[in-house]
């Protein structure tokens, strides 16, 4: 790339940016709450939306772990002939 290319495709850069920018504040501006709710009522959502997810993968991998673990036992005890 030539050295006189760069100031022009860091202008273009930066009007994307503001742009972009831009439009994230019109949309705001315009319509501050979306099915009733506003943006931070949103974002509450979100984050308890995310901790009940991390809750119930980390409740599945516990009964998964749990399960396989004693399928586990129960194959290695029936090796050593140690089944009733």
Do not use: C
């Amino acid at each position: 790339m030539k050295a006189q290319q760069m100031p022009q495709r860091i202008a273009d850069a930066a009007a994307v940016t503001s742009l972009s920018g831009t439009g994230v504040a019109i949309v705001s501006a315009v319509q501050p709450e979306f099915l009733g709710l506003t943006l931070v009522q949103w974002q509450i959502a979100g984050i308890v939306g995310g901790l009940l997810v991390a809750v119930a993968g980390a409740a599945l991998n516990l009964a998964l772990n749990f399960y396989f673990k004693r399928k586990h036992l129960e194959l290695e005890m029936q090796k050593a002939g140690l089944s009733d």
